[in-house]
């Protein structure tokens, strides 16, 4: 017997399953942010740096992240790890490693752009004042530098928040992954149920990812006053 | 690493490329087409259709693609439209990229300075002559970056289009995997033939931008 579809989101748990995939995919989201936004602001800093050595090197890393796409670097992760290295840890960390490679690529290449436009004047102040280089970057460049990347910054994680729907194809059980069991197990109850689970982690997606969207813009328009 | 499987393997990713090829072009004329639009009717307020394409920006580019294509691909025929994977890929790909386009041309068409504006009403320039002869060739060459950018982000994301078994590049090398088990091969020929259709794209939009740095005159 058929039922309206969107009974399916709230027979048994299902609901909660919904929601425990989510909390997987924003959950990893955040410490892939944590990880790479660490990482990234020691390539951004090393990058301003003299050392021609260092700043190719970055660069290549930099690049090799602009050409391949994410799904590929999950694929890479998931498949090279554990045969060529005899890695084996589980999807979840892989995906974190994964995201947080790519996380610090992005977030060094706008940690360079900010730094290079906090004004000479502040760093030739700096140095007046008998800064030391570590001085230099703690409490005056990076202070003025965060300022000038947080909407890029937010605009980061958004993507990586969406990004986080790919975790499905290295077998992680994020929310898409938990939507299509669920609709696997009412095919035949409720033939509509696809449209509606479906339809939910869209707008799961959208309710976390618009407000971080919202606060972002705002930033810009008050940095343009 | 094994040559010979490589090199048996060229003729499936040849098909691929193209197929990436093909998919990344079509997706990024039609984003660019819709995001012109979106963003002339943002600039100049046209009622209701405005308030329309400001939703569907948000939503667009607030929702993963992922889920953008399984919606089309397995939802809609629930409702009793049913489409091939490769038009749902387009339309989901041109979905996504017509909301991003339209962000950087709104960004470049707000970046026109007043002053240019003014100029063009004083010489008694109507609506369509602002947005054809002021608006459009300034506005456009300050969205460069944004649109490059976009450009790339597009022709990654065909990469997503494995999911609904779209026979592109990715889908190519895991089918490949899926059968003959030699990740570390098919992985690198991926990741090569990803490269060269990306850095000769990237090469060639760096190109573009210094070409059109025009644009910001008068700022």
Redesign the interface.
Known sequence: MAHSGISVLFEGTNFARLMGGLWTSVWIALVSLAIGLLLGTLFGLLRTLRSRLIRFVLLLYLEFFRIVPTVVLLFLVYYILPRQFNINMPATWMAVLAFSLWVAAEFSDIVRGALESVPKHQRESGQALGLNQWQLFRYVLLPQAIQLELPATINLATRVIKTTSLLLMISVMDVINVGQQIIEANNQTHPTGIFWVYGLIFILYFIVDYPLSLWAKHLTAKQKD | MDWTIIQQSLPNFVQGFKLTLWLSLVGIVGSIIVGIITSLVQYFRVPVLKQILNVYV??A????????L??LY??FP??GIKMTAETCGIIGLIFLGGAYMAEGFTGGFNGVSQNQLDAGEALGMNQFQLARYVVLPQGLSLSVPALAANI?FLI??T??F??IAIPEL?NT??DL?GMYYR??EY?FV??VA??II??PV?LLLDWLERRVRYGAFGN
Do not use: D, G, H
């Open positions: 948000e939503v580019r607030n929702t993963p693609l992922l889920i953008q399984f919606f397995y939802a629930v409702m790339i990654k994301e990469s997503i494995s999911v990715t090398a895991l995997i990740s570390n992985l991926l990741v990803y490269a990306l850095i990237i």
